[in-house]
């Protein structure tokens, strides 16, 4: 069955992610379930939160829920829709079938479903949807490192899980969002001939919240978990600008049972 959305997608929020899993949840009795997106054309993209299209493809393409994403054509709904060739259609709680695309439908025996607006989720500005691809990354080796360790505990106070937590963001960067007054460096050092560079940290708050059949458990506020935990910032680094790497105290990754994949709310 092919399964067809569409919106902005400017940027990347629970209520988007609550909105593709529904859908595939919904349409999941009628067999295996492919997901298309069609993105606003640009030139029809007014909000004020606006990012090109092929920011837009990345963004939902990195949370691994779409199997394809294409954008609108600017004038005409119904080549969009042709070209998608949907079985089945979902709406936002706030989105409306276009007039002249509504015949089309009809003839063609496409459904149409509804699916609600996500209670109980505020949204802010600072806050970033992630989806985890190595649980212990590599930083594992320069977390045991005993001068790093040291430094970061005594920065700190707290006694680190070995390696970092990787996450690639549904957002082109994060640095936008980080207040330059809340970061902590840790000065590098030379040991053995080799040096070993500065590193920043940024304070942050992890939300993982409990998916079930693959489709969000609500009410939220009774399914979520919270953990504080910082993103380490390299002085040089060879992933790009949507990755991040994140140190947790001791704990954190086992209460939260994270594995690849997963997708989590990052508030900055």
């Known amino acids: 069955m092919r399964i067809l959305l ?3 997608f400017n940027k990347i929020h629970l209520g988007h992610v609550y909105l593709l899993t529904e859908a595939r949840y919904l349409a999941g009795d009628h067999g295996q379930v ?3 997106v069609v993105l606003t054309h640009d030139k029809n993209n007014f909000k004020k939160n606006f990012r090109p299209a092929e920011i837009r493809i990345k963004n939902l393409e990195s949370l691994g829920l779409v199997h ?4 609108g054509d600017r004038h005409d709904f119904l080549k969009t829709t042709a070209r998608a060739g949907p079985d089945m259609i ?18 063609k025996k496409i ?13 802010k500005n600072n806050q970033v949807i992630g989806r985890v691809f190595q649980v212990i990354g590599r930083g594992a080796h320069f977390m045991g490192i005993k001068r790093y360790k040291q430094a970061l505990e005594r920065k700190l106070g707290l006694v680190f899980s070995p390696g970092t937590l990787n996450l690639e963001l549904a957002r082109e960067n994060v640095f936008d969002l980080m207040d330059k007054k809340s970061f902590i460096k840790i ?50 680094t060879s992933y790009n600008s949507r990755v991040i790497e ?18 989590l709310e990052v508030a900055f």
């Open 111 to 123: 459904r149409v479903k509804r699916i609600d607006k996500l209670k109980g989720y505020r949204r």
């Open 6 to 8: 569409g919106g902005c």
């Open 68 to 71: 394809r994403v294409i954008v």
């Open 34 to 36: 492919f997901l298309w």
């Open 90 to 107: 979902f709406l936002g709680y706030d989105q409306e079938v276009p007039r002249l695309l509504r015949k089309y439908l009809k003839e």
């Open 187 to 236: 000065k590098g050092f030379k040991r053995e001939g080799k040096n070993y560079g500065s590193l920043l940290l940024y304070p942050i708050v992890l939300k993982k919240y409990n998916f079930y059949k693959g489709r969000l458990k609500l009410p939220l506020k009774g399914n979520v978990r919270r953990e504080k935990a910082w993103v380490v910032i390299p002085f040089k």
């Open 246 to 263: 994140i140190i947790r105290a001791k704990g954190v990754g086992e209460f939260f049972d994270l594995r690849n994949d997963d997708l």
